[in-house]
Nanobody, 125 residues
Framework: QLVESGGGLVQPGGSLRLSCAAS????????MAWFRQAPGKEREGIAC????????DYADSVKGRFTISKDIAKDTIYLQMDALESEDTAVYYC????????????????????WGKGTSVTVSS
């Protein structure tokens, strides 16, 4: 099970940190990703983090503003969102891909095996 939290209303230029708590997962073995879906738009993958060594990838729309990280001891992944813009308004989802049993697999934004239900982020003044 994946449960997102941390969404809410924030002013443009502000920051939020989203969390995704994983139960029943050993994050040592799962690539993890954040997606978002804005009103009237398709869902897009915006950030992902691989199993060890924890390589990351970002969509161009969030690169330099968002940071994905994970705390395996807490079974949680995070999305730190800075310099938020109105275009970041969306429902944010975390997803898991795995288990990765081959030692390493680059994180991607397709073929995800598990999804959370999402948390809503609104960027508005």
């Amino acid at each position: 099970q994946l449960v997102e939290s941390g969404g809410g209303l924030v002013q443009p230029g502000g920051s939020l940190r989203l969390s995704c708590a994983a139960s029943g997962f050993d994050l040592h073995y799962y690539n993890m990703a954040w997606f978002r879906q804005a009103p009237g738009k398709e869902r897009e993958g915006i950030a992902c983090i691989s199993v060890y060594p924890g390589n990351t990838d970002y969509a161009d729309s969030v690169k330099g503003r968002f940071t994905i990280s994970k705390d395996i001891a807490k079974d949680t992944i995070y999305l730190q969102m800075d310099a938020l813009e109105s275009e970041d308004t969306a429902v944010y989802y975390c997803a898991a891909d795995g288990p990765v049993l081959t030692g390493y697999r680059r994180c991607v934004y397709h073929g995800m095996d598990y999804w959370g239900k999402g948390t809503s982020v609104t960027v508005s003044s």
